[in-house]
Nanobody
Framework: VLLAQSGGGTVQSGESLRLTCAVS????????INWVREGPGAVLEWVSG???????????DSVKGRFNVSVDKSRSTVETAYLDMSNLKSEDTYLYYC?????????????????WGLGTRVTVSS
């Protein structure tokens, strides 16, 4: 299983970014792709999640209305998840991970999900 993350970077407050997570090799069906961010002390904060069939998107209150999650299933062997982040704030500065989970969980522990990407850093300067 491979979760290849890309995107991220440094932007000004109010700007937008797109994070990408290309998922391949998962053998179980109808899984969930979650976006989780890690702050100081390795504390995980669940941000958003979506089913692998591009349904049932969910968001934390801190990003609702600013972030949008989706899945592109146009390629047969790779499912690409996107996290489109707009109106970014300095408090969105984190290391962001995508994770494949069997259940619709609000991820707070690494054991909540089966597979994880390597993470990509988002820095928002005010």
């Amino acid at each position: 299983v491979l979760l290849a993350q890309s995107g991220g970077g440094t932007v000004q407050s109010g700007e937008s970014l797109r994070l990408t997570c290309a998922v391949s090799g998962v053998t179980f069906s109808n899984y969930y792709i979650n976006w989780v961010r890690e702050g100081p002390g390795a504390v995980l904060e669940w941000v958003s999640g979506i089913r692998s069939d591009d349904s049932a998107p969910r968001y934390s209150d801190s990003v609702k209305g600013r972030f949008n999650v989706s899945v592109d299933k146009s390629r047969s062997t790779v499912e690409t998840a996107y996290l489109d982040m707009s109106n970014l704030k300095s408090e969105d500065t984190y290391l962001y991970y995508c994770a494949v989970c069997k259940d619709a969980v609000m991820v707070t522990r690494t054991v909540d999900c089966s597979y994880w990407g390597l993470g990509t850093r988002v820095t928002v300067s005010s």
